[in-house]
């Protein structure tokens, strides 16, 4: 296909690849223009914090759907984490452990605990050759049930109320000209000087990209992530080149759900509370995000960069339309418009796609 | 010579509020409403909003009627609105007690005032300074005293004998934490009188329905029961009359809304509070309007009444103006 293209359509390849990117860059420019105040950088930093469990669950979607599978079970995956480790911060605080060992062991053990519907839908998937589709979605009940039992059926609350800061608070304070301070705002500033502090690099957002980072780095620089993209391509051809391809699945499905479960985490420390439907809305919305961002629900197609950026497509929509004061279900419609438009284009301009490099 | 001090003082004293209260004149608030749910109460409380604004002409900015009752549907909300840059006070429900304190706390610190109405985040005291104390204020129905006066007239109904169930919302919210908590001490006067169970139906009223069903069936002997919310109240209802209990098992309910002063004209509920929002958002808007253009001093809590409609009163033309309408 490469050779065909040269000097006069090198440039609409080029632009085609991108243009995902480009209608990223139209909303931004559209929203700037016609909203108030969108343009600035504690508007972008908060779009950047909503659009946090989004981007950890299509993170781990974008593995599961460049194999050609697909995972519906990481919303209540997401639930069952978040339920989990608040449960675990409420039982230490009333066992009168310290606020901050009481929220890293919740958080700790909600991770690795976020790991079995993975190690679960894996084997399921892999050994025992039961369709994705219904193998997540098995797991989407067992672990909403098993998370509503856990919490009785009711949000639990009562954290420590450390959580909430952490959840809500930001890596950098800067108060131009006169500090700089990390974690908490300067001590002792007026109200005048709060307003002109600029807090910079939320919390949540942090850990989220780098876990998303590593992983984006996994995907493309490493054999594992080939493979991956090798088993998407065709699953015939990977194992008789001698992949492990059962073993890679099951990993990708484990990385797919401690995703979700990081995505529960980060729910809990914004929110301070433990919810069994906390990624429910989401999980579509984290599906569209990884096929907006290029990838086939066919397998072989799809890549990090652009599953970040569909989720920014859809959390820049989401924001923008608050900040113009309307209903946000009008995000569904033109969510939905986008998403049948980028597999159009995929499909009509396959030298657009965007394939593992 | 002291004498002449203090009343030196006094006199800057005076003379400072007087002058500091004219330059801060001219600077008219632009309010932001954020209501917490979709729900006859919240419009009411935004109609209110929306005249006293007019009224006093200043600026109001809508932000959408959630679908959902949460902290992770409100809170993107009110960040979004925060970052306009054009707002001086946001008037909100928070949707959780625990949950909104550092949301709000982060935009409190971005120079806008808070006002929290129906609900309060932490133990809704402003007064005493802690790391929730921040809002302006709190505009509220007292809903521990409205539980307490609806445990007794339940009581009145049902022969201060028998069992007694409550459907409410979510354990974390303090607008039905209270009620719930003073239905129990004017119910613990009655010593005949079993409260047989409490659920939360996360304001979804099919939910509610089936934990009512369940209740019942469970316990059959129940003969009263307390929603404290319109959702918890009209699934309430709407079990009993399944059952086909209605008029047998009495209903006190939270909330004027058109749906239950209709149901209680049919029998199916047998008591309704309404409390006052329209007054919750006129109150609202004058609060910011004294602290900014005034420089008054608002007081951390305002509490407006509430009424109680029956059967008996129901048709009264004094009693219409407190159906929730909001059209």
């Known amino acids: 296909m490469e050779r065909v293209m040269g000097g006069q359509k090198e440039w609409l390849y080029r632009l085609g690849r991108a243009w995902v990117a480009f209608f990223l860059l139209g909303e931004i420019v559209v929203f700037s223009i016609i909203g108030t105040g969108f343009f600035s950088a504690r508007n972008f930093q908060n779009i950047l914090v ?3 469990t989004i981007l950890l669950l299509a993170a781990g979607e974008t593995f599961v759907i460049i194999t050609g599978g697909i995972d519906l079970s990481v919303g209540f995956v997401m639930g069952l984490a978040c339920v989990v480790s608040a449960k675990i911060m409420v039982m230490l605080q009333a066992a009168s452990v310290s606020q901050g060992l009481s929220i890293l062991l ?161 729910y809990t420390l914004r929110f301070v509370t433990g919810r069994a439907d906390a990624g429910a809305a989401r999980m579509l919305d984290s599906v569209v995000a990884v096929v907006i961002g290029g990838a086939s629900l066919y397998g072989g197609t799809g890549s990090m960069v652009g599953s970040i950026i569909g989720t920014l497509i859809i959390a820049m929509l989401e924001t923008g339309m608050v900040n113009l004061g309307l209903p946000t279900y009008n995000k569904y419609v033109y969510v939905g418009i986008i998403l049948v438009l980028a597999v159009l284009v995929d499909q009509f301009f396959p030298e657009f796609v965007r394939k593992g490099e | 010579m002291r004498k002449i001090l203090v009343a030196l003082v006094l006199v800057t004293l005076v003379v400072g509020i007087l002058v500091g209260g004219v330059f801060a004149e001219g600077k008219k608030p632009k309010i932001a409403w954020c209501p917490a749910i979709s729900d006859p109460f919240y419009y009411m409380i935004g109609k209110g909003i929306a005249d006293k604004c007019k009224e006093l002409g200043l600026e109001l900015f809508v932000a959408e009627y959630p679908k ?31 949950a909104l304190i550092a949301p709000l706390k982060r935009i409190h610190d971005m120079g806008i005032e808070i006002i929290t109405v129906d609900t309060y985040i932490g133990d809704g005291d402003y007064s005493k300074p802690s790391e929730y104390s921040f809002p302006l204020t709190f505009i509220g129905t007292d809903n521990f005293q409205g539980g307490v006066e609806i445990a007794h007239r339940l009581a009145e109904m049902i022969g201060k004998k028998g069992k007694v169930f ?7 919210v303090s607008s039905v934490v209270e009620r719930v908590e003073g239905f129990k001490k004017g119910m613990s006067e009655y010593p005949d009188i079993e409260i047989v169970g409490v659920e939360y139906c996360l304001d979804i009223q099919e939910k509610a329905q089936q934990q009512v069903a369940a209740a019942l069936a469970a316990h059959p002997d129940i003969v009263g029961i307390f929603g404290t919310n319109l959702y918890s109240a009209q699934g309430a209802y709407q079990a009993v009359v399944n059952a086909g209990l209605a008029g047998v098992v009495k209903i006190a309910s939270w909330d004027a809304t058109e749906d239950l002063i209709k149901a209680l004209r049919e029998g199916k509920v047998d008591l309704v509070l309404a409390q006052k929002p329209y ?39 004094e009693a219409q103006q407190y159906i929730y309408r909001a059209d």
């Open chain 2, 279 to 317: 007054e919750i958002g006129t109150l609202a808007v004058e609060a910011a309007y004294q602290y900014f253009v005034e420089g008054k001093e608002i007081p951390k809590r305002m509490v407006p009444g509430f009424f109680f409609f029956t059967r008996d009163n129901v048709d009264d033309p």
């Open chain 1, 106 to 266: 919740g958080c700790a053990s909600a991770l690795l605990f976020g790991l079995l519907p993975g190690l679960v839908n894996g084997a399921l998937v892999a050994k025992l050759r039961v369709p994705p589709f219904i193998a997540t979605f098995g797991m989407y009940g067992v672990a909403y049930g098993l998370s509503e039992i856990l919490c009785n059926n009711v949000p639990i609350s009562g954290l420590p109320p450390l959580v909430g800061f952490i959840g809500n608070g930001y890596l950098l304070y800067y108060l131009p000209g006169k500090a700089l301070t990390f974690f908490s705002p300067p001590q002792g500033i007026g109200r005048a000087d709060i307003r002109a502090m600029i807090p910079l690099f939320p919390n949540v957002f942090v850990f989220s990209i780098i876990a998303v980072a590593i992983f984006g780095f996994i995907l493309a620089r490493t054999q594992f992530g080939q493979h991956i993209y090798a088993i998407g391509g065709n699953i015939d051809a990977a194992r008789r080149a001698g992949i492990p391809v059962e073993k890679h699945l099951i990993r990708v499905y484990m990385i797919s759900s401690f995703f979700a479960a990081m995505g529960g985490v980060m």
């Open chain 1, 50 to 52: 909503a659009a946090t």
């Open chain 2, 166 to 172: 409550v459907e409410t919302t979510n354990p974390d």
């Open chain 2, 68 to 98: 959902a009752w949460g902290p992770e549907v409100q809170v993107p909300i009110l960040e979004a609105v925060a970052a306009r840059g054009d707002i001086d006070v946001i008037i909100t429900g928070p949707t959780s007690k625990d």
